[in-house]
């Protein structure tokens, strides 16, 4: 093990410490290692669905975008951070004033040079040139892997950026300086950098790295913790999932106001599980770290993999409209387990699970639209109306039995405070409650209430606290090729 100089102060899992043996790098928590030859045979022999339209069909499906970075020299990004995706892993962020890319690829094909370049070819062009980008503080590099780490891109923004600062993984310093940059950062994992004011962490990812024919592994991967005074940026590089490491980045470096997550290259899974991620579990990731938005990347851009070109982004979509209309399921429930407190209703997780699973059978397209969703609503919370007296039993008594089902059920997130804080305070007030006496007054209550105007009312609370961001893309999004968003920060 090598030592951990950078570490400063970040104490973690030794099993996330910097491993290197025979001076070659791996992950301590996993028996991974990377693809074999023939393994890329088999998935070869499989076939691919990744099949690529014609342009007139990409332009439409897929538009690049000429980006405008004029919000980067505006005074509106001090409240938040701005983000532009230029396809593939390579974002620029500004965080604190200062212009930050990762991964940057501005060449049409990855892939090594034999005095022209092979590899993979762009199916979507890059938004714009190197010359054409404003003014460079730093890159951030995740791998040494051709579709992450150009050598004709490093070396136009080296001639363009003299004193462009560079970050990158312990063993790939070498390579930098061969591109002419001259202020090259290595890191093991855990170290930390300064850089006008904001903090570069390098931080684990269960990947690999590999440049030429014997260099397997002789240089480190990760992904960057980029915090300055206020705002705090994740980039988490290519990365299997293992949900222990993304919980002490989150815990140790979090939370992060954005995120930049990968979505995409994740088939056949029995190929790629263990070092790409795939939509499912990057809202995972995003949610282990502590993320307030995240951005998925690393897809639409290279054809690397076997899942239709379009499926990453449609995944993520559709993912997120059954989080969100699962939220506004519960917070339905949870209305009601707040309000009611009486005896006459079945097990809630029973009746939650229930009605999950009926919103999953749903085909997607029928959340797609605010009317749709509140059409949705609307005949849920009619079921809710007719099952909530009979065949229940009292809340206390399920509230004592379940308190570790409902822990796990993360229903602390809905309520904004500590389980056992908010169980506790509801155990008491239904003890000094009148049951039979809150149980007349809710059927006066549905008596007189007409459900179109409490259904309304619920879905404007909804929309007042943010529940229904689908609409906006939700918490996690995608964006075009080019396009630049502004993420207004919570803190």
């Known amino acids: 093990m090598t030592d951990q100089p950078g570490i400063d102060s970040i104490v973690v899992d030794k099993k996330f410490h910097t491993?290197?043996?025979?001076?070659?790098?791996?992950?301590?928590?996993?028996?991974?290692?990377?693809?074999?030859?023939?393994?890329?045979?088999?998935?070869?022999?499989?076939?691919?669905?990744?099949?690529?339209?014609?342009?007139?069909?990409?332009?439409?499906?897929?538009?690049?975008?000429?980006?405008?970075?004029?919000?980067?020299?505006?005074?509106?990004?001090?409240?938040?951070?701005?983000?532009?995706?230029?396809?593939?892993?390579?974002?620029?962020?500004?965080?604190?004033?200062?212009?930050?890319?990762?991964?940057?690829?501005?060449?049409?094909?990855?892939?090594?040079?034999?005095?022209?370049?092979?590899?993979?070819?762009?199916?979507?062009?890059?938004?714009?040139?190197?010359?054409?980008?404003?003014?460079?503080?730093?890159?951030?590099?995740?791998?040494?892997?051709?579709?992450?780490?150009?050598?004709?891109?490093?070396?136009?923004?080296?001639?363009?950026?003299?004193?462009?600062?560079w970050f990158v993984p312990m063993g790939v310093k070498a390579f930098m300086e061969s591109c002419q940059c001259k202020n090259v950062e290595e890191c093991e994992w855990w170290q930390g950098r300064l850089h006008k004011n904001v903090k570069f962490t390098f931080v684990p990812a269960q990947h690999w790295s590999k440049r030429g024919l014997m260099d397997d592994n002789m240089s480190l991967w990760g992904g960057w913790c980029i915090k300055g005074s206020q705002r705090n940026f994740y980039f988490s590089g290519d990365t299997g999932y293992y949900g222990e490491l993304f919980k002490e980045i989150g815990d140790k470096l979090g939370p992060f106001d954005l995120a930049a997550i990968p979505i995409g290259a994740y088939c056949p899974r029995w190929f790629m599980c263990h070092h790409h991620i795939d939509p499912e579990e990057a809202l995972k990731v995003h949610e282990d770290v502590k993320a307030t938005r995240s951005i998925g990347i690393h897809w639409g851009t290279f054809n690397l993999s076997s899942e239709p070109y379009?499926?990453?982004?449609?995944?993520?979509?559709?993912?997120?409209?059954?989080?969100?209309?699962?939220?506004?399921?519960?917070?339905?429930?949870?209305?009601?387990?707040?309000?009611?407190?009486?005896?006459?209703?079945?097990?809630?997780?029973?009746?939650?699970?229930?009605?999950?699973?009926?919103?999953?059978?749903?085909?997607?397209?029928?959340?797609?639209?605010?009317e749709k969703t509140k059409e949705w609503l609307h005949k849920k919370v009619g079921e809710l109306q007719i099952e909530k007296i009979e065949k229940r039993q009292k809340i206390e008594d399920f509230l004592r039995a379940n308190i570790e089902e409902l822990k796990r059920e993360k229903i602390e997130q809905l309520q904004n405070e500590k389980i056992d804080e908010w169980l506790k305070r509801k155990i008491e007030e239904f003890q000094k409650t009148n049951i039979e006496e809150l149980k007349r007054e809710k059927i006066e209550q549905l008596q007189n209430e007409k459900i179109d105007e409490w259904l309304k009312r619920k879905i404007e609370e909804f929309q007042k606290t943010n529940t229904i961001e689908l609409l906006d893309g939700g918490n996690f999004f995608t964006i075009n090729i080019g396009e630049t968003k502004f993420i207004k920060s919570l803190q």
Do not use: M
């Not at 939220?327 to 009611?340: P, R, S, W």
């Not at 005896?343 to 809630?348: A, D, L, N, P, S």
């Not at 939650?352 to 029928?366: C, G, H, W």
């Open 19 to 165: 491993l290197c043996e025979s001076n070659r790098y791996r992950c301590n928590w996993t028996d991974f290692s990377k693809p074999g030859v023939s393994g890329v045979v088999k998935w070869l022999c499989e076939g691919s669905r990744a099949t690529i339209p014609k342009q007139e069909e990409l332009d439409h499906a897929l538009p690049v975008i000429n980006p405008s970075f004029d919000k980067y020299v505006s005074e509106e990004t001090t409240h938040g951070i701005c983000v532009t995706w230029l396809g593939h892993a390579c974002v620029l962020v500004q965080i604190d004033g200062i212009n930050i890319l990762t991964d940057p690829v501005f060449s049409s094909k990855c892939g090594p040079r034999f005095g022209f370049q092979v590899g993979h070819t762009r199916y979507r062009e890059v938004p714009c040139s190197i010359g054409k980008l404003p003014h460079i503080d730093a890159v951030v590099i995740s791998h040494n892997h051709y579709d992450h780490l150009d050598y004709n891109s490093v070396c136009q923004l080296a001639e363009r950026f003299p004193d462009l600062k």
């Open 310 to 370: 379009l499926e990453p982004r449609d995944k993520v979509k559709e993912l997120q409209i059954k989080k969100i209309a699962e939220i506004l399921l519960i917070k339905v429930i949870t209305e009601n387990l707040q309000t009611e407190k009486c005896e006459g209703r079945e097990k809630i997780q029973e009746w939650a699970r229930k009605k999950i699973k009926e919103l999953q059978n749903e085909k997607k397209e029928d959340l797609q639209t605010e």
